[in-house]
């Protein structure tokens, strides 16, 4: 929740490309309805204004969306254009960026909505575009998607860590003056559904 009646969804749907997981997301945006939502991983390389509109729930007819490279990647930003104006739309390599003004009050924030790489030679990219994202000091920032990392070693239920990549995750979130919004209810975001599973946070 930011400022007054703001509903925000965040979701990784590990593809949009199977019309079932199409209408799972149009029925809970539609039963919801928030007025910004946030889609990773859709592994599509084009969405029309139908299909945008589809997704949302209807009420969320408004869109930005940065294509899938092959089946990787991707993100679908929608939001509803009677409560919020959304203006100054970034494409990034692994992000969407945006300004938020809120309608009925006139607060405003910059959006940022990110899909980290799996693969570990482009995380150091992704980082550089995270910390370049960030806005002047004096302008609210929200941050959030699937960063595809963690910064300390209770995101993950074993001791098989990259302190590296940590390392380098803490200090882009120190440049960017980042405080976390503590996940609620649970400890991790992600499993490999094995029958002793790795548990990660990867979402925040």
Request: glycine residues 4%; aromatic residues 4%.
């Given at each position: 929740m930011i400022g007054p009646d703001l509903s925000?969804?965040?979701?990784?749907?590990r593809g949009l490309n199977d019309q079932g997981r199409k209408d799972t997301i149009h029925a809970f945006l539609?039963?919801?309805?928030?007025?910004?939502?946030?889609?990773?991983?859709?592994?599509?390389?084009?969405?029309?204004?139908?299909?945008?509109?589809?997704?949302?729930?209807?009420?969320l007819r408004s869109f930005a969306h940065r294509p899938a490279i092959g089946t990787r990647g991707s993100i679908l930003l929608l939001w509803n254009e009677d409560h919020v104006e959304v203006s100054n739309i970034h494409l990034g390599t692994y992000l969407?960026?945006?300004?938020?003004?809120?309608?009925?009050?006139?607060t405003s924030f910059k959006l940022t909505t990110v899909y980290g790489p799996t693969d570990h030679a482009e995380k150091e990219d992704f980082l550089s575009e995270v910390v370049a994202a960030k806005p002047s000091d004096d302008s609210k920032w929200l941050i959030f998607g699937d960063f595809n990392l963690i910064y300390q070693a209770e995101d993950k239920n074993n001791n098989n860590l990259d302190f590296r990549l940590m390392g380098l995750f803490r200090r882009a979130l120190t440049n960017?003056?980042?405080?976390?919004?503590?996940?609620?209810?649970?400890?991790?975001t992600w499993s490999n559904e094995r029958e002793t599973p790795t548990l990660v946070r990867l979402d925040r």
């Open positions: 925000i969804v965040d979701w990784n749907t539609a039963d919801t309805r928030c007025h910004i939502a946030c889609i990773q991983e859709t592994k599509l390389d084009h969405i029309d204004q139908q299909t945008a509109s589809y997704i949302g729930g209807l009420s969407i960026s945006a300004n938020v003004s809120i309608r009925a009050c006139g960017c003056q980042l405080k976390e919004l503590k996940l609620q209810n649970q400890m991790f």
